[in-house]
T-cell receptor
Framework: GAGVSQSPSNKVTEKGKDVELRCDPI?????LYWYRQRLGQGLEFLIY????????KSGLPSDRFSAERTGESVSTLTIQRTQQEDSAVYLC??????????????FGPGTRLTVL | GENVEQHPSTLSVQEGDSAVIKCTYS??????FPWYKQELGKGPQLIID?????GEKKDQRIAVTLNKTAKHFSLHITETQPEDSAVYFC???????????FGAGTRLTVKP
């Protein structure tokens, strides 16, 4: 079946502009995550959505970052007033999480954001 | 919170040799340890995972070992092939996915 999809695949923007990144999780997956991956580095947790629970926003680096999720489907990550240090690949993942145990996270291909 | 360290950061081996990547974690309550492979321009893909109730798991050329006492786990790839070249990430979490933390990654190069 279809995996996690993200759009756009690449985004180049000017410093100070707002950007919106989209994630379509695997159908039926209740949990959705956003990560940031700077060049040559590991994955930095940003935010986690699980069903109708309040999202875990503990990883968001500043109030310029926000995310929303519509039910158990599409999520958008918004970065306001972008800065050059926001340049990175933004990865989205989803997982089933029905059992109460940690389930496999399936990742999308990412959005490469470049802030000039 | 959990802290995961991964070594080495880069690893180069000859085709056919074995490759070993090691990770340590800080939270003794962590009980789920996945390994991901990330090829250039793609998202990470799960290749193997292990839970704390077992010490070793194998899938063809890939194996993972877990030492709960020492809080470290390792990925072993045998008979490496050029297509194994990628960045590999380890991770650790407890019962909730929002606490999963990743290592910094190991860039594996398999020379033909």
């Amino acid at each position: 079946g279809a995996g996690v999809s993200q759009s756009p695949s690449n985004k180049v923007t000017e410093k100070g502009k707002d950007v919106e990144l989209r994630c379509d999780p695997i159908s039926g997956h209740t949990a959705l995550y956003w990560y940031r991956q700077r060049l040559g580095q590991g994955l930095e947790f940003l935010i986690y959505f699980q069903g109708n629970s309040a999202p875990d926003k503990s990883g968001l680096p500043s109030d310029r970052f926000s995310a929303e999720r519509t039910g158990e489907s599409v999520s958008t990550l918004t970065i306001q007033r972008t800065q050059q240090e926001d340049s990175a690949v933004y990865l989205c993942a989803s997982s089933l999480e029905l059992s109460g145990n940690t389930d496999t996270q399936y990742f999308g291909p990412g959005t490469r954001l470049t802030v000039l | 919170g959990e802290n995961v360290e991964q070594h080495p950061s880069t690893l180069s081996v000859q085709e056919g040799d074995s490759a070993v990547i090691k990770c340590t974690y800080s939270d003794s309550a962590s009980n789920y340890f996945p390994w991901y492979k990330q090829e250039l321009g793609k998202g990470p893909q799960l290749i193997i995972d292990i839970r704390s109730n077992v010490g070793e798991k194998k899938d063809q050329r890939i194996a993972v070992t877990l030492n709960k006492t020492a809080k470290h786990f390792s990925l072993h790839i045998t008979e490496t092939q050029p297509e194994d070249s990628a960045v590999y990430f380890c991770a650790a979490s407890k019962n909730n996915n929002n606490d999963m933390r990743f290592g910094a990654g190991t860039r594996l190069t398999v020379k033909p």
